[in-house]
């Protein structure tokens, strides 16, 4: 005759802690990724097919990678396309311009044209060729 032990080792494991160790984290990475505001420039760039017919004459400025800046195919300074541009835009309801840079081009010299147009309220199309 066979004597059966009833002492077994009942093999269970509890996901409550692995559950609550969980909703921890996300609610720590939902909470952290609210406070971080993000810093950039709202970019608007063109869709394919986009056409622009019926509008204004849009300006384009021509970055080059030496810091050359052609405005409307003439040579330019920061300081004068800045004044050339609000002069030019200053009677558009939603005044824009097209921003054309070539692959040399520094993220700095784009961004300071960037700002430029931020300050004034002007709408850029970025444009990489």
């Known amino acids: ?3 059966k032990t009833r002492n077994k080792v009942e093999v269970s494991f509890s996901m409550s802690g ?3 160790i969980v909703f921890l984290l ?3 990475f939902m909470i952290t990724s609210t406070m971080i505001a993000p810093n950039a420039l709202k970019l608007l760039l063109p869709q394919q097919g986009q056409s622009i017919a019926g509008q204004e ?3 384009e400025v021509k970055l080059l990678g030496n810091g050359v800046i052609f405005l409307d ?4 300074n920061i300081e ?4 050339m541009l609000t002069k030019m835009l200053a009677g558009q309801k939603d005044p824009s311009f097209k921003l054309v840079t070539t692959q040399d ?3 700095k010299e784009t961004v300071s044209i960037m ?3 931020a300050k004034r309220n002007i709408k850029v199309v970025l444009i990489k060729e």
Do not use: K, S
């Open 1 to 3: 005759m066979r004597i």
């Open 18 to 20: 692995m559950t609550d």
């Open 26 to 28: 996300l609610l720590f």
């Open 57 to 59: 004459i849009i300006p």
């Open 73 to 76: 195919g003439t040579t330019v």
């Open 80 to 83: 004068e396309m800045e004044n």
């Open 105 to 107: 081009v520094t993220l």
């Open 115 to 117: 700002n430029i147009a």
